[in-house]
């Protein structure tokens, strides 16, 4: 039974304010930082006392049309995966510094037995409207912590990548500025 006030999000125990220090580990890149950092907090991410997401990973193609699709959808369904989305947006501060938008996608989907329920849920099954919810609660004003020289992470749009009866999901997208 979803409640709808027992939404929390844990990490060994913990409970995530936002607010944690993660120390960046810069080994293979800035934004594979970000991106292991962020799923994470994707796979702490409870309602109830259950994990959200039966698979939250960095973006590995795991979901290949011409690899099983549907099949691997079903696999690893309810899911999230992170990825950087490459963009030329970036500005000059006034002192001439470069400052890079970097952008963020966290693409995730679930299925369902019954025909809408992946979509909107019911008592027993987190649809797609509360995943989508929970996501930009974790990661609008969002900082990955100490070592990653950037700024909070903020909500920058989403689109629905497959409406079927059985199947939905939806990548949202997160910004911020890195200096």
């Known amino acids: 039974m979803i409640s709808g006030n027992n939404i929390i999000?844990?990490?060994t125990g913990g409970v995530l304010?936002?607010?944690?220090?993660?120390?960046?580990d810069l080994t293979s890149g800035f934004t594979t930082a970000v991106e292991q950092a962020m799923a994470?907090?994707?796979?702490a991410l409870k309602v109830d006392?259950?994990?959200?997401f039966k698979t939250a990973e960095v973006w590995k193609y795991q979901l290949i049309a011409n690899q099983g699709g549907t099949e691997a959808f079903d696999k690893y369904a309810p899911f999230a995966f992170v990825k950087y989305e490459p963009s030329a947006d970036f500005s000059r501060e006034g002192d001439g510094d470069l400052c890079q938008k970097l952008r963020f996608s966290i693409g995730f989907g679930t299925r369902?037995?019954?025909?809408?329920?992946?979509?909107?849920?019911?008592?027993?099954?987190?649809g797609i409207s509360l995943i989508?919810?929970?996501?930009?609660?974790?990661?609008d004003s969002w900082h990955p912590g100490e070592g990653f020289v950037c700024d909070s992470f903020y909500f920058d749009g989403d689109e629905i990548q497959i409406d079927s009866p059985n199947r939905h999901a939806m990548i949202i997208y997160f910004k911020a500025n890195l200096f």
């Open 9 to 11: 999000a844990l990490v």
């Open 40 to 43: 994470a907090r994707l796979a």
């Open 49 to 52: 006392g259950a994990a959200v």
């Open 17 to 24: 304010t936002g607010s944690e220090t993660l120390e960046a």
């Open 112 to 126: 369902s037995k019954e025909a809408g329920i992946a979509r909107t849920g019911d008592a027993n099954h987190i």
């Open 132 to 139: 989508r919810d929970l996501v930009i609660d974790l990661f």
